[in-house]
Every structure is written in C-alpha cells, then in structure tokens.
C-alpha cells in the first residue's frame, strides 16, 4: 500500500515538478528552492522503489 502511494506519487510529481535534468541546470549554481525539489523528487523516488 504505502509502496503503492509513493509510486503514485513519484507519477504525479513527473507530471507537475520541472526536470532539471533536462534544463542541463549546474547543482552548483541551483537555489535554495531548486535544491529542495531535487532532494524531494530524489526522496519519492526512492520511497516508490523501496
């Protein structure tokens, strides 16, 4: 069930968070806001694969 949320989850945030990945965006440069969204997606998804 919660794996089944988190999957969910990690769908919706694909859809509604920007890919920084594909925006070529330097982590060096990133802002505090940038840097929290990076560390969220990360997180989500390794809740869905757990």
Known sequence: MKQ???????KINQII???FTKRRLDISKASKLQLAIIGYRAWVTL???G
Request: no cysteine; hydrophobic share 55%; aromatic share 16%.
């Open 4 to 10: 089944t949320f988190f999957k969910t989850l990690a």
């Open 17 to 19: 968070l920007p890919s």
């Open 47 to 49: 809740r869905a694969l």
